[in-house]
Each structure stands twice: as C-alpha cells, then as structure tokens.
C-alpha cells in the first residue's frame, strides 16, 4: 500500500514513515506549494490545505500542519509559528516570556487524509516547556528552546543535533496521530 505524503519536513515525514511502515503502509514524500489561508483555527487551515493539496494531484493524499500553543500567552503564536520564526529570534521569545512563570508550550499535530469521498483528520498534543536560554544548533529559532516532554530536558535543536528525532521510544510518543491514521487506514 503506497500513500502520497505532501510535506516539505522532512522530519514529520520520517515519524510518518517510520509509524505507518509498521502498519504495512508505504508513504513517499512530495514537496507541493500551495497558498494556505492564514487565521485561528488549525483544523481550517489544515482541511484547506487539504483541498488545495487534493485539487493539485487528484489523487489520495495525506497532510500535514502544526501549530504551537503557549497557554500563558492565551495560546499565541497557535498556526502562526511558521510566521513567528521568520521574524522572531530565540531572544525575541525569551523576552516575551519574561517574568511568566508557566512556561509550558504544546505541539498540536495535525493530520488529514483527503482522498475523492473524503477528509479525516486525526491530531496529538505533545507537551513541552520553553526553556530559559537558548540551547542547540538549528535554522529554526523556537526549537533552541523548546523542550518537548518526550525529548528528556534537551531542546528540539539538541534532539536534531545529536540524531535522537527518529529514536523509536521518541518515534512512539511524537507520532500517537499517525498511529491512530494508520490503524483507520487499514481498517476501511
């Protein structure tokens, strides 16, 4: 079983790689540009990069969208953290942060699989902390100082850094929202 997956992240391509082989499903990964809508609401974004995807290829596809949601700051940045780490330091963050004392951050993965008949989506919280220095090598400012719960107190950078993001303990805990696709895909 072949299933497109259209992302350009390599690394929410490999946690669905790796989670779907499990299942006896084969993803390969295609880049495809598409105009997403800007707004509040994840699951509207992810459906209409959905369509927009679907429209392009006419064939079954799945897709993927996170958002960032920091409690503290009534959920800011949400689905604007692509935007945020364009114009937003490591420093940037921690000044917004300062004097906060809930640190805590959340990863909202999202998934769909849109095919002619239908779109399904699934999603997964993993929990974190933002960190009170920047901490790791990376091109994406947020992660030198997130600390997802999964990853042991090392920021996403240090995951990257040290090759830790495909380790299976951490594959199982970052990728509970394709598991849960996988299981629906075989069962239809």
């Not at 002619?116 to 997964?124: L, P, W």
């Not at 790791?136 to 947020?142: A, L, M, R, T």
């Given at each position: 079983m072949k299933l497109l997956c259209a992302t350009s992240n390599s690394i929410?391509?490999?946690?669905?790689?790796?989670?779907?082989r499990r299942h006896g499903i084969e993803l390969e990964q295609i880049v495809i540009e598409v105009d997403?809508?800007?707004?509040?609401?994840?699951?509207?974004?992810?459906?209409?990069?959905?369509?927009?995807?679907?429209?392009?290829?006419r064939q079954p596809v799945i897709v993927t969208d996170d958002s960032w949601r920091i409690p503290a700051l009534n959920g800011f940045p949400g689905p604007y953290m692509k935007?945020?780490?364009?114009?937003?330091?490591?420093?940037?963050?921690?000044?917004?942060?300062?004097?906060?004392?809930?640190?805590s951050i959340i990863l909202e993965q999202r998934i769909?699989?849109?095919?002619?008949?239908?779109?399904?989506?699934?999603?997964?919280?993993v929990p974190g902390q933002l960190g009170q220095k920047a901490s790791?090598?990376?091109?994406?400012?947020?992660t030198k100082l997130v600390q997802l719960d999964v990853d042991n107190g090392l920021s996403m950078a240090?995951?990257?850094?040290?090759?830790?993001?495909?380790q299976p303990a951490r594959i199982d805990k970052m990728s509970v929202a394709w598991q849960e696709f996988a299981k629906w895909y075989k069962a239809r």
């Open positions: 929410k391509f490999g946690l669905g790689q790796q989670m779907c997403e809508i800007q707004g509040e609401d994840s699951e509207e974004i992810l459906r209409h990069k959905a369509r927009a995807v679907f429209e392009r290829l935007s945020m780490n364009t114009w937003f330091t490591p420093d940037d963050f921690l000044r917004l942060m300062h004097g906060v004392r809930d640190r769909a699989y849109i095919d002619e008949a239908e779109i399904v989506t699934f999603e997964h919280d790791g090598n990376s091109d994406i400012p947020i240090e995951v990257y850094e040290r090759g830790l993001e495909h």
